[in-house]
């Protein structure tokens, strides 16, 4: 199943009137990723890991994880000959997808490399077929991909009916019983707006403060797709999956709105719903403050 979404345009923000050119040179990626075979977004080391992901060697001989970024980053390497570090502004689980996940990476301006508008093609050149740069453009050198990101979007996927999936299964989480749509988006609308979403993250999510703005959250069902999409100013550790999860509970009968407005109120993992699988999340999109509205896209593949 295509992912279709709206994502936004990359902008060029360097001035042609700057006499004096920089001495490094500033690059933002669009990057498109089948999560299945990569144990998340970030750069990890194997002792790291429990289990056994998928392992491979870098430029210096060394066995490390499979990871996107690592991945991207040999890719760039290769085709600006420089050892430069490619950071990226969200870290998706292992099993997640991305359809415009955000990098940026910063080399020499005078290092010998394809012209600015052929960079994505040279750099593609160089990747496996599960990863895709869709955009390169020059960027301001002062863009930082976490921090400068004003808003992103989520989807998680259900795929409902008795006989599973197959070629798409690692797209969609399956759901064997029937949902009420109705209910699952009454309770998505009880989590718009800023809260404490201390209830709806992993234990371990590492930050000061959990309070987050929703923007927008809803449930729509196409055949045997159902779409939970949800904007917002920035997620926790594992929140949109548990976000899922507890619209699941509440298409089932078994939770409704006023247990998500409960939930908020404790502030108690136990009162949230389970954490659902990875493979039927997407990162869809992400804005920055010098983008413009974002335009419909259709996947990349």
Same mark, same amino acid.
């Given at each position: 199943?295509?992912?279709?979404?709206?994502?936004?345009?990359? %902008?060029?923000?360097?001035?042609? %009137?700057?006499?004096?050119?920089?001495?490094?040179?500033?690059?933002?990626?669009?990057?498109?990723?089948?999560?299945?075979?990569?144990?998340?977004?970030?750069k990890q080391e194997p002792a790291t890991i429990?289990?056994?992901?998928?392992?491979?060697?870098?430029d210096a001989? !060394? @066995?490390?994880?499979? @990871?996107?970024?690592?991945?991207?980053?040999?890719a760039v390497r290769h085709v600006v000959r420089e050892h430069v570090n490619l950071q990226g502004a969200s870290r998706t689980d292992a099993g997640v997808h991305a359809l415009a996940q955000t990098g940026a990476f910063t080399c020499a301006h005078d290092t010998p490399r394809p012209p600015d508008e052929r960079l994505a093609l040279a750099i593609n050149a160089r990747l496996p077929g599960d990863v895709l740069?869709?955009?390169v453009v020059r960027t301001r050198g002062d863009?930082?991909?976490?921090?400068?990101?004003?808003?992103?979007?989520?989807?998680?996927?259900?795929?409902?009916?008795?006989?599973?999936?197959?070629?798409?299964r690692m797209r969609a989480y399956h759901v064997r019983y029937p949902l009420d749509i109705d209910r699952m988006q009454?309770?998505? !609308?009880?989590?718009?707006?800023?809260?404490d979403f201390e209830a709806f993250a992993a234990a371990s999510h590492g930050r000061e403060s959990t309070v987050r703005t929703i923007?927008?959250?809803a449930v729509t069902r196409d055949g045997r797709r159902v779409h939970l999409d949800v904007s917002g100013d920035g997620f926790l550790y594992n929140m949109v999956r548990i976000i899922a999860g507890t619209l699941l509970e509440v298409g089932r009968g078994r939770m409704d709105s006023s247990d998500i407005?409960?939930?908020l109120e404790s502030r108690d993992r136990a009162h949230a719903g389970p954490t659902l699988a990875p493979h039927g999340l997407c990162l869809m999109w992400m804005r920055y403050p010098e983008d413009p509205e974002r335009p419909t896209t259709e996947d990349p593949a």
């Open positions: 199943m295509p992912f279709r979404s709206t994502t936004p345009q990359d %902008s060029q923000t360097l001035h042609p %009137s700057d006499s004096q050119p920089s001495a490094t040179a500033r690059y933002r990626l669009t990057i498109a990723y089948d999560g299945t075979g990569f144990h998340g977004w970030q429990v289990g056994n992901p998928a392992l491979e060697t870098d001989g !060394r @066995t490390v994880v499979r @990871t996107v970024q690592h991945v991207v980053e040999q740069v869709t955009r863009f930082e991909p976490v921090t400068d990101c004003v808003s992103k979007g989520y989807r998680y996927t259900f795929d409902i009916g008795e006989q599973r999936p197959l070629f798409d009454g309770g998505a !609308r009880a989590l718009v707006g800023t809260h923007h927008d959250c407005a409960h939930a």
